[in-house]
C-alpha cells in the first residue's frame, strides 16, 4: 500500500502533520475523517523502506555531524525531543535525512 503525507486540521483549529497507509486517496480522506481530521493538503509518497531499497543513497557523515549538532543545541535550550526532531525535519536540505527523522519522529 502507498503513503500518504497529510497536513489536516483537527477540530480545536490545530495543524497536525503526518503519513498514513491507504489504498488510494479516497480511502485515506476516509481515514482522516474517522479521525475527525480536516485534510488540508494529502499526496502519495514513496515509502521509506522503497527508497532506501531503490536508491541506495546515504546520508553523508558532514549532513549527519551538523543534524547531531543543532539536535544537541535544541535538547540542551529545553525544546523537547519530538519537537526538535519536527523542526531538523523540516529544514534538512536532504531528502533522505528528513524522511528518515519523520519516520523516527512517528
Known amino acids: 500500500m502507498p503513503d500518504f503525507k497529510y497536513t489536516a486540521r483537527q477540530m480545536s483549529g490545530e495543524q497536525v502533520t503526518g503519513v498514513l497507509q491507504a489504498a488510494n486517496e ?12 480536516f485534510p488540508m493538503n ?6 521509506a523502506v522503497a ?3 531503490g536508491r541506495g543513497r546515504r546520508v553523508k557523515g558532514r549532513e549527519l555531524a ?29 531528502a ?5 527523522l519523520q519516520d523516527v519522529r512517528e
Open 96 to 100: 533522505r535525512l528528513s524522511t528518515v
Open 51 to 53: 527508497a532506501s531499497k
Open 42 to 47: 494529502i499526496k502519495a509518497v514513496e515509502s
Open 66 to 94: 551538523v543534524f547531531y549538532s543543532q539536535l544537541a543545541d535544541l535538547l540542551k535550550a529545553g525544546v523537547p525531543l519530538l519537537r526538535s526532531l519536527e523542526l531538523l525535519e523540516h529544514q534538512a536540505t536532504n
Open 26 to 37: 479516497q480511502d485515506a480522506l476516509a481515514n482522516l475523517a474517522t479521525r475527525q481530521l
